[in-house]
């Protein structure tokens, strides 16, 4: 197993202040039974104890220890009085025209990261942040051009999916995670931030969200998208098993140091050898490779028969993501005739390659345009360009 890649980036404890309550949102299993034998519930009782609170949480979304009227009276008291059940808070929600919904939201030190809820025939997907802006500096990502702040909590993150299931009024949470009919059946890590710099965090937090007695998403419903930190790729078929999806936009490195910066430091085929091991290890059946279509950057027949080349071997299917502009952008789109010569390549060569259709794109939701209002830089089109050129 690899060693954990260590930054120096704030976390904020899960602990309030001396004297203050534990959050119980976001504690795995383990984590509750030991802040309740702690705050002093009988041993014998806190496994008892825990199923019964999380239930109440994460199956029936109740805040108030109050409620919970399974537990005597005296212990609710106790539970108040020690622990809280707290979410981040929603500054605003946007609608699209297409139904995507927005969410800005505060978390503590008064930061704010954005989720967003995406819904399809069928199906519902609810995208979620891993850290306040992102360290990585992808050129052609919004997201990107914000600076990273710090990494979110495990209770920050399942704190999307409750507030999203608050919005859509989906408590208690219904059916199994095969039944697709519920509104959110399925999460991406597709937010603001890169997961696997804050793999803890994650790892803790989809613990608790595929947990089959709470949130109830199975592995197979969640999808982690990565830039390619290749040291945390087994850890995450390890410990946390989702699906994986790699945000890979380039065939060839010198363009790829461009796009995604975190390239120099692991190149193409460091990143591929490690991809190449990840579905044997999380027993997933295929990698999704993401590929931004930037006008005259990355989008040749050239550049489409060069990536069959790359990921020949590996189970993978490839969504294409017609670029999603956003102000001072460096880039524009590439046509849809480019776009669909490019999927055409990748299909005859026996690869799925949907291409992705922007959502949410009036509320500036769609992919790689998350960045958080009080966070915005000021930078102007001439230095994000120059940026990008370097």
């Not at 120096?8 to 309550?21: Q, S």
């Not at 039974?33 to 702690?38: E, K």
């Not at 009227?69 to 699209?96: G, M």
């Not at 199906?123 to 919004?142: A, P, Y």
Request: glycine share 8%; hydrophobic share 40%; net charge neutral.
């Amino acid at each position: 197993m690899s060693a954990p890649i260590t930054q120096d980036v704030l976390t904020i404890p899960r602990k309030l202040p001396e004297g203050g309550r534990v959050n119980i949102v976001g504690l795995t299993r383990e984590q509750l039974h030991d802040a309740l034998i702690a705050a002093g519930t009988p041993e014998r009782q806190a496994k008892m104890r825990v199923g019964q609170i999380w239930q109440w949480v994460y199956h029936w979304g109740v805040r108030d220890f109050a409620a919970m009227t399974n537990l005597a009276k005296d212990y609710r008291a106790l539970l108040a009085d020690r622990f809280e059940i707290s979410l981040p808070e929603v500054v605003t929600r946007q609608v699209s025209a297409d139904g995507t919904r927005k969410y800005l939201l505060r978390i503590a030190g008064g930061h704010e990261v954005e989720a967003v809820y995406i819904p399809e025939e069928g199906r519902g997907t609810l995208c979620v942040s891993s850290q306040v802006g992102c360290t990585l500096t992808c050129s052609f990502c919004h997201t990107g051009t914000q600076k990273l702040v710090r990494n979110l909590t495990p209770g920050e993150i399942v704190g999307q999916l409750m507030i999203a299931r608050d919005d859509l009024d989906e408590w208690p949470t219904q059916g199994t995670p095969k039944n697709e009919t519920r509104l959110i059946s399925n999460m991406v890590l597709m937010g603001m931030g890169e997961p696997l710099y804050n793999f803890e965090g994650v790892r803790d937090a989809m613990k608790v969200v595929m947990d089959g007695e709470g949130l109830s998403l199975s592995r197979r419903r969640i999808t982690l998208s990565t830039s390619g930190v290749v040291p945390e790729i087994a850890r995450t078929a390890e410990e946390i098993g989702c699906l994986l999806a790699v945000s890979f936009h380039a065939t060839t490195d010198e363009v790829r140091d461009r796009l995604v910066p975190i390239n120099k430091r692991w190149n193409i085929q460091t990143l591929l050898d490690a991809l190449r091991e990840y579905p044997r290890l999380s027993n997933s059946e295929r990698i999704t490779f993401e590929y931004v279509m930037l006008d005259g950057v990355n989008d040749s027949d050239e550049d489409a028969r060069r990536l069959v080349r790359l990921i020949r071997g590996i189970p993978a299917k490839i969504n294409l993501i017609p670029f999603n502009e956003w102000p001072g952008a460096p880039y524009q789109r590439s046509s849809w005739e480019r776009i669909e010569s490019f999927a055409d390549i990748v299909h005859k060569a026996g690869y799925a390659s949907p291409i992705r259709t922007p959502r949410g794109e009036d509320i500036m939701a769609a992919c790689g345009q998350l960045k958080s209002a009080t966070e915005r830089g000021r930078k102007s089109r001439a230095q994000i360009a120059a940026e990008a050129a370097g």
